[in-house]
Each structure stands twice: as C-alpha cells, then as structure tokens.
C-alpha cells in the first residue's frame, strides 16, 4: 500500500475523486492518502481530509523547501499528487520524489499550460484561441510548470456558447474520471517515468476504449 500526499489549494473535488476511487477498490487500492496539504488555509480540501481522519496541513506561501520536504517525508510520502495545487513545486521536492509526482491539467498540454495559467485561466485562453477541443491532461511533475511526462489526456469538446465557467465544468468531470484512475496505476507501478524521461507502461486496456470496467468518458459514448 503506497502512501500518497495529496497538495491542494482549492475545494478539492479531485481529491474526493481519489478518495472515492480508493474507497471503491477496497482491499484491492493500491494507495492511501496520509496527507493533504495546501498553500490555503481555507481550502475545502483540508476539510475534506479532516471529515475522514486524514492529517490535513496548511504550508505558508513563504515556507522554505525544507518545510514541504519535512512535511512529505514525515507523512511517509511515496506518491506526491497535486489535484489543484497553484504553487510551484520547490526543485528540491521534485528531485527527491522524481517521478513519484502527478498534476492534472485542466487542458491539453502542451497547450495552454505554463506559469499562470491555472483554474478559470485557462478555459479563458482555450475560448479566446477558439479551439474546438479541450480536455485535462495527467503529468508527471518536473521542475517547470506543466512540462513533464504525460501519462493519460481525454479530450473534452469545447462548444461556441461555452463560458469559462461552462467548460470548466465539463473538463472537471473528465478530470474526475481519469486522475484516480492515473493514481492508482503509478502506486501500482504499471505506469511509471523510466530514467530516459518517458512514460513506460500502460494504464487498463478498458482506460483507452472507455470500456465497462474502466472510467466513462461522459461525453464520449461507448466505443
Ligand atoms: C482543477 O480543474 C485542476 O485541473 C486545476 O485546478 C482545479 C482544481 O479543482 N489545476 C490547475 O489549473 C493546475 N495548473 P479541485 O480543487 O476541485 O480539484
């Protein structure tokens, strides 16, 4: 069973995703979440560790790597999963738990990604470009923002009356979908970053064709 820290800094609806999925595969998950930590310390996704007993953490934005790191390492951190978390990710985390850290991305990357663009930002940059298609991409983390490795995307349509907030919707229900999913297989180990900087393994075969065991796509039908 791996041990997962969760960094978030907002309502954390991913995070309940992963702890719904972890919930569902019983003593098959592979993973249990021992932290959550965040930047904010209003965030719903501390309340939400706190309602199941889960040591919930608030860093301040000025704290030193050292302090993260303390943190991590403490909670026995093996996986770092950030589901919305809006800072960068000090060097020294992410060299000390390479390949061991996960973002979601509320777009297609390489698209649409980099410092700033977080949250409502993004929709607002795909609508202003006018790109008929969106989506939410899982990464791995590495020293820039939204550059690593890209284990899993779905595409998401992006529709002419869309609003930010509409497509924001939509993209967050993949997100919902494919994180958990994405979670699981790298505590597993069937997905992971090889040392030649690429994604080596694969995630379950129903994944890619949306079939009955895997995720379902909600607005693409079954193949
Ligand atoms: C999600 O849409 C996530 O992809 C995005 O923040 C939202 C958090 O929602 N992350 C980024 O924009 C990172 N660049 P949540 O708190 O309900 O999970």
Do not use: K
Not at 120 to 135: F, I
Not at 188 to 217: I, M, Q, S
Request: charged share 20%; hydrophobic share 45%; proline share 6%.
């Amino acid at each position: 069973m791996r041990r997962v820290a969760v960094l978030a800094s907002g309502g954390g609806s991913n995070l309940q995703a992963i702890f719904d999925h972890l919930d569902a595969l019983g003593a098959d998950a592979p993973a249990t979440v021992s932290l959550v930590a965040s930047d904010q310390p209003q965030a719903f996704a501390l309340e939400r560790a706190r309602r199941r007993g889960v040591p919930a953490a608030h860093v301040p934005r000025g704290a030193g790597a050292d302090v993260l790191t303390g943190l991590l390492e403490t909670h026995g951190a093996e996986l770092v999963v950030l589901a919305g978390y809006l800072r960068l990710v000090p060097a020294e985390v992410v060299r000390r738990w390479a390949g061991r850290i996960l973002n979601i991305h509320p777009a297609l990357l390489p698209s649409f990604g980099g410092a700033g663009m977080y949250g409502r930002r993004v929709h607002e940059a795909v609508l202003a470009a006018g790109t008929r298609v969106s989506g939410a991409t899982v990464h791995f983390v590495d020293e820039q923002f939204d550059r690593g490795a890209i284990v899993a995307q779905w595409p998401v349509p992006v529709r002419t009356d869309d609003t930010a907030d509409t497509l924001a919707h939509r993209v967050l229900q993949v997100e919902h979908c494919i994180y958990p999913w994405c979670v699981a297989a790298v505590a597993r180990g069937a997905v992971r970053l090889g040392d030649d900087g690429r994604v080596h393994g694969a995630l379950p075969y129903e994944f890619a064709r949306f079939g009955v065991e895997g995720p379902r796509h909600p607005f693409v039908p079954d193949l």
